[in-house]
C-alpha cells in the first residue's frame, strides 16, 4: 500500500521558519520525481517545489523561490521542505505528491485526478 505521511506544520509568526517532512512508503521512492503542493482556504491547488529522483534538480513556484528549499534522502524515504521568511499568504494545507498526471506549472485541478500518489496533507499556518 502506498502511503506518504506528511508532517511538521504547524503555527509560526511571519518571518519564521518550518521544516516539513513526507515519508513514503509502499512505491519505489527513489525512483521517482517527488513534489510539494498546497491549498489555502477557499483557493485552488497550487504548485510549489519538485525534486528529481536522485535529488540534483529542483524546481520552485516563483512565489516561494528564494525562501523555500526541497531536498529529499532517499536512503530514508523521506521527501523534505524547509521554509524560511514565511507569509501569511504561505498559510495553507501541503501535501506531499507523486505519479501526477498533469505537468509540473500547469493548472491543477484536484488531487485525487492530479496525482496517483498523495498524503493526507499537514496544515501551515503563518499568523500576520
Known amino acids: 500500500e502506498v502511503q506518504l505521511v506528511e508532517s511538521g506544520g504547524g503555527l509560526v509568526q511571519r518571518g519564521g521558519s518550518l521544516n516539513l517532512s513526507c515519508a513514503a512508503s509502499g512505491f519505489s521512492f527513489a525512483t521517482h520525481w517527488m513534489y510539494w503542493v498546497r491549498q489555502a482556504p477557499g483557493a485552488g491547488l497550487e504548485w510549489v517545489s519538485r525534486i528529481n529522483d536522485d535529488g540534483d534538480t529542483t524546481d520552485y513556484a516563483d512565489s516561494v523561490k528564494g525562501r523555500f528549499t526541497i531536498s529529499r534522502d532517499n536512503a530514508i524515504n523521506t521527501l523534505f521542505l524547509h521554509m524560511n521568511s514565511l507569509k501569511p499568504e504561505d498559510t495553507a494545507v501541503y501535501f506531499c505528491?507523486?505519479?501526477?498526471?498533469?505537468?509540473?506549472?500547469?493548472?491543477?485541478?484536484?488531487?485525487?485526478?492530479?496525482?496517483?500518489?498523495r498524503g493526507q496533507g499537514t496544515q501551515v499556518t503563518v499568523s500576520l
Open positions: 505528491v507523486t505519479e501526477n498526471t498533469v505537468h509540473w506549472g500547469w493548472p491543477l485541478h484536484d488531487l485525487q485526478s492530479d496525482f496517483n500518489y
